[in-house]
């Protein structure tokens, strides 16, 4: 779990563990509190209330609500980056790689359905320079999904009339779709719904020959 | 244009037209103003003061601000819903109504766009009732998708590994997340935008079969 910047100092010895655990609790009900009632309905007291904590005691991890309202939209994007930068880093074909990425992008949406709802809902919330911050790694990660469909294209994986910025932000939408329609305990999983537009997002951009070698592998393992 | 409900009685005879495109322009503003406000933050003093109206005339066209959004909402929504309609009902194979459907759905996104974020981001300010009316209608939207990619998977031109459902749900998240990134007089026109989304979901549904003849046609054609 991550730890807010710059306090920790205040967290170190033997308290440690307690303390990121309170912190970890604290940004999961500051994550729904946000969500159930919007981020200018919300109040640290409505969050202090539901942790059973005093409002005062808040200010021992935050410095105000916008803190926290930054903390849990910049860390499931970052949590988000990870998955998808570590994704797109292992050894395969790019093609490969994108299938994997969207699959762990679509996952990873659904397992933190209420933290993407609050950042995609209430990023406009934030004073420009820290939306900014929140921003470049947004283009970080459309920049993941559109150097692998480049490099994909470079090696005549991807066919030559798909332009990259435009299927990065197709597949990359259709992923983060996910979080309006998914509900936990539906008719299908995160796992089932990763691989079905994973398997979409692959095949609206391959070459035929791309596609035609990956249906055989597949035909091959199976 | 479409009237208000229950109001054409009021807007009869040889005064038909104005009262028509002052409904139009309320609509119009109203739906800025809840873009730039948030439906809570904005209120009918704000919309009378832009059309340079008294407020209490505002009340010959709406009940409340509730009204306002309400019919903002169904407004874009019901207009998109006959694109795509019309679009899927013209008589060619299903993947081709689709290809022109989502193209259709991209195209009037891009022109709606601050009607369609308003939908987007304000549909939970309805009551639970006006809530459902849209949502029915937002039913009808993913099932012109779903039938038709059922329509082609049992007509063999869509594989049959695609779940329906999730095919359309990917497919109308790639052209509805259009509404996040599309700027006006950007690189990209909303007929380019269209053409590709709508490519790239119909390779992603598609045979390879189904997938070579229409290479093929598209050949033929250029």
Known sequence: MRQPAGRSARRSGGERKPREERWAELIEVATQVFYE??????????????????????????QSKEDLLFDVISMVHKEGLEVVRSRASVESDPLQRLERVVAGHVEHTCRNLVAVAVFLHELSALPPERRQEVLGTEHAYQGVFRDLIEEAQREGLVRPDVEPRLAALSVLGSANWVYRWFRPGGAFTPEVIGAQLADMAVAGVATESALAARRAGIAALS
């Open 37 to 62: 009632k919007g981020y200018d309905g919300a109040s640290l007291q409505d969050i202090a209330d539901r942790l059973g904590m005093l409002k005062g005691s808040l200010y021992y991890y935050i």
